[in-house]
């Protein structure tokens, strides 16, 4: 969709490869590496985490890190898409990311799982 440069990192080595293979397949260009946050060469316009409720709670503050800072008007800042989540678990998620200096900016649903649309604007 035109993000670049594409930085992704994941703990699983079958995932980097799966990315690797897909951005091969699809003739983009993107860095892939194997491991977890924090990432050296954030922050970030946009952070993509496909994780479970739980990791997300557990990473928030280090998700928030990754994500650019705003100057604390809305639309100042980086995003960051946080899914894998079930909807009974959205609260959850959502109270960790406000404290962590987010804001939901949007929202979206298929079946029992949900998307946070999260913007930074604190710096």
Partial sequence: LGAAP????????????????????????????????PVDDGPFDLVLANLVAGILVELATELVASVRPGDGSPGS?????????????????????AAAGLRVVGREQETDWVVLDLERTSP
Avoid: K, Q, Y
Wanted: proline content about 2%; hydrophobic content about 45%; charged content about 25%.
């Fill in 77 to 97: 800042g980086g995003r960051l898409l946080a899914s894998g989540i079930f909807v009974d678990r959205e609260p959850e998620v959502r109270r960790a990311f």
């Fill in 6 to 37: 594409v930085h992704a990192v994941d703990t699983d080595a079958s995932a980097v490869e799966a990315t690797l293979a897909n951005a091969a397949r699809n003739e983009v260009a993107v860095r892939v590496s194997r491991g977890s946050l």
